[in-house]
């Protein structure tokens, strides 16, 4: 069973640390529509250094995900949710450990 953990930028950071993040799969808001609907992506998570950005951005890592035949990155904020799939024990681990 895939079990998730819904988690800010900030605090995957700080609980985690992005070694561990790097490559982890999540669920991530690629589009946020005027409307209040959203396109939610199921991707990698990837370091900000890897990733090549034309743009000025606050992201605090990036989440890579394959749509339409290609490959797109989106920009995780420090305030911004993702849901970390799989990490759920990990959590129970170190906080009952």
Request: proline share 3%.
């Amino acid at each position: 069973m895939i079990s998730g953990l819904p988690i800010t930028g900030r605090q995957a950071i700080e609980q985690f640390g992005m070694e561990k993040l790097h490559g982890a799969k999540c669920v991530a808001v690629s589009v946020l529509y005027g409307d209040g609907s959203m396109q939610m992506v199921f991707g990698e998570i990837v370091d900000p250094v890897d990733c090549a950005i034309d743009e000025p951005d606050d992201s605090v890592f990036f989440v890579e995900y394959f749509s339409a035949d290609d490959w797109y990155v989106t920009g995780i904020a420090a305030d911004e949710q993702v849901v970390l799939l799989n990490m759920v024990a990990e959590v129970a681990e170190v906080n009952h450990g």
